[in-house]
C-alpha cells in the first residue's frame, strides 16, 4: 500500500531569532515531523537563525535576489517553504512556482491584526491597545495579499492576565512553536 503520509523537503525563511526554526528543526529530530529542514534562507547576515542551522549542520545561506533564491531551492529540490519571521515581501515569481506550497506564520488571529506594517511587537502593541483579551497565531498559505492567503490553522490564548505588549508576545510565541509543527504535520496528511 501507498505511504499516506507526505515527506517534505523544507526550507525555511527567516530573519531574526528563529525560535520556529528551533521548534521545526526540534520536532523533525524528534521524529515528530516526516519532512526534514533541508534550507534556511535569511534575508539578514547577522540573524541569529542561520546559527541555529549551522548547529544543525543544516545549509543556511543569506540571501535576498530572487533568482538566487529560485536556484537555491531548486537546488535543494525543496517542495515546502516555510516563512517564520521572514520580514521581505516574497517576489512574484516565488509566489506562482511555490503557490500552495509556502505557508507563513503570523502572530496574531488572521484577519484581524494582518498586513502592511504588523510585524513582530507592532502587532502585540495594537493588540494590547485595542484592549483584547484574547489573541494568538495563525499559519495560512502565502498568496500576493500580506497575510491574507487561505488559513490553515488558528490557535488562541487568553492574554486577560497579560499587562504589556511583551507579556503577550510571551505567550503567544509558545503558542506559535507548536502551531508551525502542527500546520507541517496537517499538510503531510493532506
Ligand atoms: C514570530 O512571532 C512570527 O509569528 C513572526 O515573527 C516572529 C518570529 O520569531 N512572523 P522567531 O524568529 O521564529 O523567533
Redesign the pocket.
Known sequence: MQDPLKKFRIAVF?????????ALIDASEKNELRSEICLVLSSDPSAF?LERAKKHRIEAVCLSDEDEILDGLERHTIDLIV????LKIIGAKLLTKYKNRMI????SLLPRFGGMGM??MN?HRAVFAAGETVSG?TVHFVDKVVDGGERILQREVDIRDCASPEEI?EK??VL?HQLIVDAVKLLEER
Open positions: 527567516v530573519s531574526g531569532g528563529g525560535s520556529n526554526l528551533q537563525a516563512l517564520a519571521g521572514y507563513n506564520i503570523h502572530p510585524y513582530g502587532v497565531a508576545q503567544v510565541i506559535e
